[in-house]
Structure formats: C-alpha cells, structure tokens
DNA sequence: CATGAAACACACTCCCG
DNA sequence: CGGGAGTGTGTTTCATG
C-alpha cells in the first residue's frame, strides 16, 4: 500500500485540478486546457487511479434529496485506548452506514464522527446502538449542523509544484 | 432552489446505491443489476443531476500523495453571531482552499472545520491568516488526525424504501 | 519513455414503437 | 420503458522524437 508521494508533475497536478471537481468532464476539454491530447490526459488518469492518488470516483448526492436531512458532528472519548480498543472502535465505524466521515484525533476527543442521520430519532437510536451500548465509550458530545456550508472531498492543489 | 426530497422510487434508490460509490461503472452494469435498460438508467441519472439529488460527480483523492498529508478538525467559536457575523464568516470559509468542510453547528463551537494542509507550519499560517486575525473569532480548538478511518461523501441509502 | 494520430471498442443519446 | 441507429467518448495500437 504506497499511498504516499506518487511524483506528479505540473500537468498531473493541473489535470486533477479540473477533474476531481467534475468527472463528467471529457478528456478532450482538458487536454486543451492543459496542451496535451485526449490519449495523453487519459493515460495519466488511468496511471493515476492505478498509483492511487485517485481513490475512487464518486457522486455526491445531496443529503436533503436522499431523506437525510440532519448531520451531526460527534466528538467521542474512549475509555480504554490501547491499540486493540481503537482498532474495534474503528471497524464499528467503518460498518457503521450513518458515519459518512470518522476521523482519529488528538486533543480531548479520540474520535471525531460526521453522522447523516433521517431524524432526531434515528439519530437517538444510532447513539443507543453504537455508543451508549459500547462500555468502552466513555462519554460524547453530539453538535447538529444547522448548514452545510462546505462539503465535498475535493483537495486544494498546490498552485506551483516543484519544478 | 429545491433540493429537497425529489419523490425516488426504489429503482432510483438501487441506482444511486451503485452509482454514488463508482461513476466509472456502467449504466449497462447498473441495469443488469437493477433490471432496466441501459437507457431507462441513464435518464434516471440525468433526471437525478437535473434535480439536483446528485450534485456533482468528483474524483476522491489520497490527500498524502497530492501533498496534504495533515487533516485538522478545528472548532471555531466566533463573538458576535448575528446574521451578517455569520454569512461573512461563511463566505470566507468557503473561499479558504484549506477548509475542505464547513459546518454550522450548535453547542460549544459555532463552526466544525475539516482542513488540509502540507504541514504544521501551513496550519500554522492558515490559523493566522484565517482565524487568528480576524477579529470576531473568540477562539479555536485544533484536534490534529492521526488517522483518517473513514472519509468522502458517501450517503447511507435506505435499505428497503416504500413498497 | 511519453507523446500524438488513427483505428477500434464501448458507452451515452435520441427517437420510435 | 425497451430497443435500435447515430454520436461521442474512452481505449488501444503504432510510429515518432
């Protein structure tokens, strides 16, 4: 797993920086906008998901529409942190399908969660099923986003790589 | 702007369930699946992006290998929350290439940020430049990510909706 | 070794039944 | 909605510098 510093020069930098923001986007356009043909963009674009800069292609949907209109931010504090109690914290999350984000962090939280939840409700069971149920969690704070105000996954590009 | 529940049915659920993970898979693929045709899936699609319950396809990156290996999740409280306080403070975390995600939140904290950056010392000058300086943020809390457990914008669809 | 041009294969679009 | 013809895109091959 080498997800580190796949060395990208200048015009695998600009591609993405077009791409990752529309993947509709023909190969063709980009290739004008960055001097290169369709083949060459395209070729790089395969080299790239294969080195695994590119994760995966994805469609953001919009929370509302899906019938998922309420997000939480959750700061969760562990009780017990040793490498294995972290590491079933983790997996639960990771199949857990109303976490959308779960990020381990330093500070007085262990965990930071980004939750959709359909309701107040649902967001009630969720806490039942995964954390007040869980003896290892010690306490957590739940924030309501009252709005989204920047979301997506998209990367600030560095505007001049090295040369 | 409505981009509240488009009436979907099941088909439009099942769709969207392949769909959101990989753009790159293939209407046909997706209509084996699901039991439609090629065709009748990509109108759904289209329909879906025309009403705005997918609101963009993007391509995911790994932010080590584009240069940003650090995530901070910080939590902003600002002084004065009026309207005007807010849409500002909004507007220019929208602005901010660093700020990857913005929430507007109740509790302790106003604002929940996801940032990226290259470094300690880019986090440092975003603080400055983006926090620190301006006058109406009271204070911040930084939490640096030691992991990323799980990350992107993948939403939970209901198993088994309406019959 | 990466590129560009062309041939090829495939996916999407549109119209009609 | 399904199926087909037409169009556009992505993919592969090959020759070139």
Known sequence: MHKDDANLDELDLRILERYQH??????RTIGEEVGLSTAAVQRRLKRLREVGVIRREVAELAPKAVGLPITCVVAVDLDQERTADLERFKQRMQGLPEVQ????????????????????????????RALLTDANVRSFTTSVALERVKTGVAVALPPAPPR
């Open 22 to 27: 529309d993947t509709l986007l023909p190969a």
């Open 101 to 128: 984000q779960c990020y381990y962090v330093t500070g007085q939280a262990d965990f930071i969660l980004i939750v959709l939840v359909a309701s107040m409700e649902a967001y009630d069971a969720f806490t039942q």
